[in-house]
C-alpha cells in the first residue's frame, strides 16, 4: 500500500482520481517530459519513476475494477470447462459486436462532421507537428488571427508527435499523429527539426522559391529553411524557422523550431501566404 500511495503522489493526483484524470495528467507529464528530453539525467530518471508509478496505478485500477464487477465474480467461481464453453460460443458473437462498433464509429463520424460544421469557418487552417507542448493553444489561435484584422480564425491543429519512441503509449501517438495527418488537409504546416525532415522527403511542402526574396526581406536569411529531399536536384526553399515570434510568446514551453510550410499541392497559397507575410511584417518595429 506504500508504494500505491506514492505512485499516487509521485503522479500529482489524490488516491479518489479516475481512470480519465490520471491519464490526463500522465500525458500532460509526458509532454512536459518531450520538452526536456534528453537535457537533464535527473529529469529522465524522474520520469521513468512516474511511467512505473502510472503503471502502477492503472493495474490497481483495473483489478479494483474486476474485483468489483459481479460479473468476473461470478466467472471466477465457475469451472475452467464451463468458462472455455462459454469463450466459445462467445466467439459466434463477434459479428455482431463488430457491426454495432461499425455503426458507433459512422455515428461519431457523423456527430464529428456536425460539430465542425458549428465551428467559426477558419480563413487559414495551421497544423503543429511535432513535439510541442503547451498548456492552452488557444491563445496561440487567437494571437495569429489577430495578424490579419478582417479574418474570422486562423484554426491550430495540434498533432502531438514523439521524435522517438519509449514504449508502447509513444507508439499509440505515433499512429494517432499518421491518422491525422492523413485525414486533415491545412494550408500551413507548423514542424520541429524532425518533422520537418520526415514530412519533407515525403512530398509534403510546396517549394517557396518564387516568394523566396520577398521572404527573406521580411525574416532575413537566418531564418529560411533550406533543403534538398528526396526529389529534389538542388536545394530549395521550404520553409521559414519563427521559434522566436512574439506568437509563441508565453505559449509555448519548449525551445524546438517552428518551421512554418505551405502544404503541398495547395490549390491557392494567397491565404497561406498572407498569414506568413503577416507574421514578418510584425516582426518590423
Known sequence: MEDLKRAYELL?????????EIENRYFLLLRRHKSKAGKDSEEER???????????IKAHLQQKT?????VYQADQKKSPFQRKLE???????????????AAVLIGSFVYSMVTKEKEIPADVSTMMV???YADDFNPLEEKMTELVPEWQRVKVIINFTPNESMGAFDAALLQKSIVLLATERPDIYITD???????GHQEAFLPLDEWEDTLRSLFGEERLMYARFANDADRKLYGIDLKDHPVFSGIMLDDFPKIFSIRSGLE??????RL???LGESLKP
Open 12 to 20: 500529482g493526483v489524490s488516491e479518489e482520481a479516475d481512470k480519465e
Open 46 to 56: 524522474r520520469f521513468e519513476e512516474i511511467t512505473k508509478a502510472y503503471q502502477l
Open 66 to 70: 474486476l474485483e468489483s464487477n459481479p
Open 87 to 101: 469463450h466459445f460460443l462467445m466467439y459466434y458473437k463477434f459479428h455482431l459486436i463488430g457491426g454495432v462498433l
Open 130 to 132: 511535432g513535439a510541442y
Open 193 to 199: 527539426s524532425w518533422q520537418f525532415e520526415r514530412l
Open 268 to 273: 491557392d497559397t494567397t491565404k497561406a501566404m
Open 276 to 278: 506568413i507575410t503577416a
